[in-house]
């Protein structure tokens, strides 16, 4: 038996049938390919989806989890809906194999993001990372959203020649100076806006990580308003 209040921080494995509900309990496990022994991930919690499951699951309400790993193996899909939100915490939004394929609501990633295979398309809304952003390989949808790179502390963007639609580099409101490292270079085919919302101080740093200078294409417009 248990109940809400038995939640902890943990990793939960997707366990549920195609095309259920990522909220249910029913869905998850603590173990994996296991039985179900526990409640849907919360704000403590990365959801973990594997080959013991790879069934899809619908994101059919807001969620707020710690994180979201996509293990090699995983070959199902994640579906956003409609006017739904997601946010992934500090405990990292990986992708490396399965789809994620979000929606019009907004996605907001505070730690790490890393596509190292597999699938993520983005919100055709807003798509905020405030972490380090890593692509490697699979595929990247910009969805003709926005790009937010909303720098928390100090975060890296090693993009690899990505295509992003609209892009805007900031800082909002809290916290000290930001600082957003770009490694790699990518292309921006709408308009790039740089901006610094409570004006603490931003800075942006162009840097190789290779022998090859980085650069941002931007085919549309550069504005930094105040």
Do not use: C, E, R
């Amino acid at each position: 038996f248990f109940s809400a209040h038995d939640a902890h921080a943990a990793t939960k494995y997707w366990i549920g049938t195609s095309g259920g509900s990522f909220a249910s309990d029913l869905n998850w496990s603590t173990t994996n390919g296991g039985s179900n022994d526990t409640t849907a991930p919360t704000s403590a919690d990365v959801a973990t989806f594997t080959s013991a499951d790879v069934d899809n699951a619908a994101v059919d309400s807001t969620i707020d989890v710690s994180g979201i790993n996509m293990v090699s193996g995983y070959t199902g899909n994640i579906t956003q809906s409609a006017g739904v939100d997601v946010t992934v915490g500090t405990g990292n939004f990986v992708v490396a194999d399965g789809t994620f394929t979000g929606s019009n609501g907004l996605i907001t990633v505070t730690g790490s993001f890393t596509l190292s295979g597999g699938t993520f398309v983005a919100s055709s809304g807003t798509t905020t990372f405030k972490g380090n952003f890593t692509y490697t390989s699979g595929t990247y949808t910009h969805s003709s959203g926005t790009t937010f790179f909303d720098a928390v502390g100090s975060s890296t963007i090693a993009a690899n020649t990505l295509n992003f639609n609209n892009v805007t580099f900031g800082k909002n409101i809290g916290g000290g100076p930001g600082i957003t490292t770009v490694t790699q270079s990518f292309t921006v085919l709408g308009n790039l806006v740089v901006s610094n919302a409570d004006n603490i101080g931003y800075t942006i740093q162009i840097q190789s990580s290779s022998s090859t200078n980085p650069t941002i294409t931007v085919n549309g417009d550069l504005s930094f308003p105040s």
